[in-house]
């Protein structure tokens, strides 16, 4: 601990950045708990979403499969899947951390490729793997948004453990040395005040 002088003005100070410190502790540890409820929520609907991707995924490659065995290979009909170009992000704030919003405008795309080339496999395969991009969008959202939220707990949890390891020890150890100065000083000035009252008590 640096050296202070105990004056009642440095003892004022000392117990109001103690507060403050107190405080500041608490207004993390709030922030982190609200932070860490945030990221266990959105890390069971990542589960959910990625889920729904794999099972989506495998009823798309078994269709695509069959459209390969019935049309032979689709590489060329796959050339005429338009390119998407409706993807937005936005940002929204939780306790000052940015998450972002991924949306994906609902567009409605025809199939591309006509019947006379087509069957009820490749259409199916068509529309799943939209499926997929769908949820490939939100899950994006969602794991980046876990991301953030896990950094942004980290820094909060180090800056609440200094206040409490660190700072607010410091302060009360502060608080306490200025105080006993100060009763020491009370009490030698006491004494010293008798002293005075006894001598005169002598004289008269």
Same mark, same amino acid.
């Given at each position: 601990m640096a050296q202070v002088v105990p004056t009642k003005g440095n003892l004022l100070a000392t117990k109001k950045s103690l507060t403050l410190a107190r405080t500041g502790f608490e207004l993390l540890d709030r922030k982190r708990n609200i932070l860490i409820r945030e990221m266990m929520g959105l890390i069971d609907r990542a589960n959910a979403i990625q889920g729904k991707i794999d099972s989506t995924y495998e009823e798309a490659y078994r269709a695509l499969q069959r459209a390969n065995i019935t049309l032979g290979i689709c590489g060329e009909l796959a050339q005429t899947v338009p390119q998407e170009e409706n993807l937005h992000v936005a940002y929204r704030s939780v306790m000052g951390? !940015?998450?972002?919003? $991924?949306?994906?405008?609902?567009?409605?795309?025809?199939?591309?490729?006509?019947?006379?080339?087509?069957?009820?496999?490749?259409?199916?395969?068509?529309?799943?793997?939209?499926?997929?991009?769908?949820?490939?969008? !939100?899950?994006?959202? $969602?794991e980046n948004s876990v991301y953030r939220l896990a950094d942004a707990i980290k820094k909060t949890q180090k800056r609440a453990n200094a206040l409490k390891n660190i700072m607010i020890p410091r302060f009360e150890e502060t608080v306490k040395f200025i105080t006993d100065a100060l009763e020491e000083k009370d009490r030698e000035e006491f004494s010293r005040l008798k002293v005075i009252k006894k001598q005169k008590s002598k004289a008269g």
């Open positions: 951390v !940015e998450i972002p919003m $991924v949306s994906l405008s609902k567009t409605y795309y025809p199939i591309p490729f006509g019947l006379h080339s087509s069957n009820d496999a490749l259409d199916k395969a068509y529309n799943k793997f939209n499926e997929v991009k769908e949820l490939t969008a !939100e899950l994006a959202e $969602v």
